[in-house]
C-alpha cells in the first residue's frame, strides 16, 4: 500500500514513520537559517501538515519525489517566510520559493472571518464524535463510505443522517452562543 | 424554499470539486434560490473551519508524537534492587565520563556533528530522471563522487561541486584550496556556502585555528547565510 492509500486508510497517523525518522535531519539543517530550536520546530510541524493536505488533495505522487525531499521544500519556504516576516533574515525574494516549481501551492495561515471564528468556537463544543465525523468529511475529506468503515457505522445511511445531525446541533450551538453573547 | 437532502448532496459534491456536467448545470440553477446560497455559504465556512480546527489537532498529535512515550507499569522497588540500580549507574556514569572526556569536541567530532551534504536546491533530482543527463548538483546529490571529479571545473557551479567532493572524499588538502579561493570572491553565488565548507573542511584536517579564523568571519558579517550555525559550531571549538 503507498503512503497516500495508507493515509486514506488511517488518517495523519501514517505519517509517523516520517515524521519520527525525519524530524532530527529537517531540525539541524534548518540550523543554517536559525538557532531558535522552536521555530525550526514550528517549520517542521508546518511542513508535516501542508504534505498531509498535499497527499489529502491527491497531488502527490510518489513516483516524482520523496516525502523527504517536499517536506524539506516546504518547511523551509515557511522559515524563510517567517524569519523575513520579522526582519531575521536577509535573503533573496525568490529563496523559499522552490516549492513553486514543482507546482505546489501552500497555506500557512488560515484567517477566519466573524463568522468562521464562531463555527470554529461551536465545533469545539460538540461531542467528540460529531467533531470527529465533520473533520473526517470536511478536512480529511473522507467519503461517506470511507467514514462508515473508520468510524464502524452499519451503513451508509447511518454515517449521512449522522452527519446531518452533527451539523444541526453545530448551527444549535451556534444559535445559543450568540443569544448568550447579546 | 428550503432546501432538500438533494440539494445538500450537490451542495457537498461543488465543495469537493466533484459535479458531474449535468449537476453543473443544476447547481447554477439552484443558486437563484436563497436558501440554497445561504446552506452553501455555511458549509464553504464550516469547511475552512475545519479545516482550522484539524490543523489544530495535527499540531497537538505531532506534540504527542515528540514526547517520550511512558514505561510499562511500574515495579515494587526493594532495596537489593535499588543497590544494583545504583551500582548500575556509577558503572555508567563513570564510563560515560571516561568516554566524554576522550571525546572532548575534538575536530573530528565537530566536524561529524555539523557535516552535512549541501542541498540542491537548484535542480533537484526527480524520480526516473536518466543518470546520463545528470548535472553536477544532481550527480552530487546521488553521492556519484567519482563522476563529479570527472566534470572539469569551467565555471563557479562545478568548481563548488568540485570542492564539496573533494570535502566527501577526504582530498581535504584540495578542498581547502578550492573552498578558499570560491570564499574569497563575494561576487561568487556560492561564496558564504564556500567559506561554512571551508570551516568545515578546516576540522576535518584536524586544524581547529584556521577553522576557528573563518568561523571568527563569518560571523562578523550579520547577514550571512550560515552565521547561526558558524556561530553554534564556533561556541564549541
Known amino acids: ?182 | 424554499m428550503p432546501v432538500t437532502e438533494q440539494d445538500l448532496d450537490l451542495i457537498e459534491k461543488h465543495l469537493r470539486d466533484q459535479l458531474q456536467e449535468n449537476e453543473k448545470i443544476l447547481f447554477r440553477e439552484k443558486m437563484q434560490n436563497s436558501a440554497f446560497q445561504e446552506e452553501l455559504q455555511f458549509r464553504q465556512k464550516l469547511k475552512k473551519a475545519a479545516m482550522h480546527s484539524g490543523r489544530e489537532e495535527l499540531h497537538r498529535k505531532f506534540e504527542e508524537w515528540d514526547k517520550v512515550e511512558p514505561t510499562g507499569n511500574q515495579t515494587r522497588f526493594t532495596r537489593s534492587w535499588l543497590n544494583r540500580a545504583a551500582a548500575i549507574i556509577l558503572i555508567f556514569a563513570t564510563a560515560t565520563v571516561i568516554f566524554w572526556v576522550l571525546n572532548l569536541n575534538t575536530p573530528g567530532k565537530l566536524y561529524r556533528e555539523f557535516y552535512e551534504p549541501y542541498a540542491n536546491l537548484l535542480d533537484p533530482l526527480q524520480k526516473g530522471s536518466s543518470p546520463q543527463s545528470a548535472s553536477i548538483s544532481q550527480l552530487y546529490e546521488q553521492k556519484r563522487y567519482q563522476a563529479v571529479l570527472e566534470r572539469s571545473p569551467q565555471d563557479s557551479l562545478r568548481l563548488f561541486y568540485f570542492g564539496l567532493t573533494k570535502l566527501e572524499v577526504k582530498e581535504t588538502t584540495d578542498a581547502i584550496e578550492i573552498l578558499e579561493q570560491i570564499s574569497k570572491a563575494p561576487e561568487n553565488r556560492f561564496s558564504q556556502a564556500a567559506s561554512w565548507y571551508l570551516a568545515l573542511a578546516y576540522l576535518q584536517d584536524g586544524n581547529k585555528d584556521a577553522s576557528k579564523k573563518v568561523l571568527n568571519s563569518i560571523c562578523g558579517q550579520p547577514n550571512h547565510s550560515f552565521k547561526d550555525a558558524a556561530t553554534e559550531l564556533l561556541s564549541k571549538l
Not at chain 1, 535531519?25 to 510541524?45: G, N
Not at chain 1, 493536505?53 to 515557511?78: F, H, Q, V, W
Not at chain 1, 467528540?128 to 467514514?147: G, M, P, T, V
Open chain 1, 1 to 182: 500500500m503507498n503512503l497516500v492509500e495508507q493515509i486514506k486508510k488511517i488518517g495523519p497517523d501514517a505519517l509517523k514513520p516520517i515524521y519520527l525518522g525525519y524530524k532530527p535531519t529537517f531540525i539541524k539543517s534548518m540550523l543554517r537559517y536559525t538557532k531558535d530550536l522552536d521555530l525550526r520546530i514550528d517549520a517542521f510541524h508546518e511542513a508535516m501538515v501542508s504534505f498531509y493536505e498535499y497527499c489529502l488533495d491527491g497531488k502527490y505522487d510518489e513516483n516524482k519525489s520523496s516525502p523527504k525531499t517536499l517536506i524539506y521544500l516546504m518547511g523551509r519556504a515557511y522559515l524563510l517566510n517567517r524569519l523575513k516576516k520579522e526582519n531575521k533574515i536577509t535573503a533573496r525574494e525568490e529563496d523559499g520559493l522552490e516549492y513553486l516549481q514543482k507546482g505546489i501551492n501552500l497555506h500557512f495561515d488560515i484567517t477566519l472571518d466573524s463568522y468562521e471564528v464562531q463555527i470554529h468556537q461551536a465545533l469545539q463544543n460538540l461531542g467528540e464524535k460529531c467533531r470527529e465525523l465533520i473533520h473526517l468529511f470536511y478536512y480529511h475529506n473522507y467519503s461517506i463510505d470511507a467514514i462508515m468503515h473508520r468510524l464502524n457505522y452499519k451503513n451508509e445511511n447511518v454515517v449521512s443522517s449522522h452527519k446531518a445531525r452533527c451539523i444541526s446541533q453545530l448551527k444549535q450551538i451556534m444559535q445559543s452562543n450568540k443569544n448568550a453573547s447579546n
